[in-house]
């Protein structure tokens, strides 16, 4: 089933802020300290922080509908507000997170196909992201869709230290 997506505004920063912590904490807490997860969840979706980051140019968010519900969410970034590479010819995908109630259902791959519809729409030469190493799921998506490993970056929940893995897809 095909979902409907819309850009987020300011408007949705409670929502956003809400499935932002909902669809982490889902997908890593079995494998995190309940403190670090904590930490992190107040830190990364801070309100403040998630409305610096809607005011951003560089960054979009994107909601995704299943039946009038919100199922999950992309955050796309180009130009100085890359994670890593900064790289004016690429693009981002900082997040995919679909709600645990709507996995499996090929919600996480239209995301996908929307961000690489942006990707080739502004002409990006290349689409990259960081997944957590230990996510094995994620990975295998990621490479069924073309995606390589180039590198690696440290990423901290909380006090706890893990390696994402750089992923990069050549465009053209």
């Given amino acids: 089933m095909k979902g409907q997506i819309y850009p987020c505004s300011l408007k949705d920063l409670t929502?956003?802020?809400?499935?932002?912590?909902?669809?982490?904490?889902?997908?890593f807490a079995a494998e995190n300290d309940p403190a670090d997860l904590n930490e992190y969840l107040l830190d990364a979706y801070a309100l403040e922080k998630l409305e610096?980051?809607?005011?951003?140019p560089d960054s979009r968010f994107f909601f995704l509908y299943l039946k009038d519900q919100?199922?999950?969410y992309l955050k796309v970034n180009v130009g100085?507000?890359?994670?890593?590479?900064?790289d004016k010819d690429g693009l981002e995908i900082e997040r995919i997170y679909i709600r645990k109630s709507?996995?499996?259902?090929?919600?996480?791959?239209?995301?996908?196909?929307?961000?690489?519809?942006?990707?080739?729409?502004?002409?990006r030469e290349q689409?990259?992201?960081?997944?957590?190493e230990e996510n094995q799921n994620a990975r295998r998506f990621y490479q069924a869709f073309g995606?390589?490993?180039?590198?690696?970056?440290?990423?901290?929940?909380?006090?706890?230290?893990?390696?994402?893995?750089i992923m990069m897809k050549k465009l053209f």
Avoid: M
């Avoid at 929502?15 to 997908?27: V, Y």
């Fill in 52 to 56: 610096r980051e809607l005011h951003d």
């Fill in 102 to 123: 709507f996995k499996r259902q090929g919600l996480g791959r239209q995301l996908l196909d929307f961000a690489f519809e942006l990707a080739e729409k502004e002409k």
């Fill in 147 to 165: 995606f390589e490993q180039v590198g690696a970056h440290d990423f901290y929940v909380g006090t706890d230290k893990q390696t994402d893995l």
């Fill in 70 to 72: 919100l199922a999950g």
């Fill in 15 to 27: 929502q956003l802020q809400t499935i932002s912590s909902e669809t982490f904490r889902d997908t």
């Fill in 127 to 132: 689409i990259w992201l960081g997944v957590w």
């Fill in 80 to 86: 100085q507000a890359q994670t890593e590479l900064a």
